[in-house]
């Protein structure tokens, strides 16, 4: 297992917690509670996500993997998050299912970004050709 | 080539069902429907943050 999955996992909530600014800057309103979750999100996004990559990063290089494009498939699966999120707008925050749909997403979002930074997935084995039976 | 293919197959095949989820399940949603969802998003996002620092523990035992 690298650290390209973690790595990646860390861009990703790095991604999120800018999303989800965006989205409070866009619709949210800090007159209503139902919006706090919008607020906690990112709060709590942006210190796991640092720690994800700093702890990644400073592993041996033998156990990195390919960070950077860890860090790609992160930041695209943060992007999907933000545009889920912009097109859902403040009615999916203020009526059922009250974004559950959002925090699903960010559940298999961030299970992918991990699922292909493991070597077999998206990792090693999946970018090595096969070789013809000699 | 073709797991990376499934791979977003597969990806394509779960977010279809997530996007229209809530038009489906909640046709006419009221202000104060379903409460007790409003709890759960936000617990299974906490659920992911913690499995996403376990994920540093399996690289460390397993890398």
Partial sequence: ?134 | MIVRLASFLGLAIVLVPLWVMPGVLFPHPGVNDALELSALGPLLYLLTLGASLLSLLGVGLLG
């Fill in chain 1, 1 to 134: 297992m690298k650290a390209e999955g973690p790595v990646g996992l860390g861009a990703f909530l790095l991604g999120l917690a800018a999303a989800f600014v965006l989205a409070i800057i866009t619709f949210g309103n800090f007159s209503n509670d139902r919006f706090a979750a919008l607020l906690v999100t990112p709060v709590l996004a942006v210190p796991v996500g640092g720690a994800l990559v700093a702890a990644s990063l400073v592993m041996r290089s033998s156990s990195r993997g390919r960070p950077l494009m860890g860090v790609v498939r992160g930041v695209v699966a943060a992007g999907l998050v933000a545009v889920w999120l912009m097109a859902r707008g403040a009615a999916d925050w203020l009526q059922a299912p009250y974004a559950f749909d959002v925090y699903l997403l960010i559940a298999v979002a961030g299970a992918t970004v991990l699922v292909l930074g493991v070597d077999g997935w998206g990792g090693r084995w999946a970018s090595t050709p096969m070789r013809p039976p000699s």
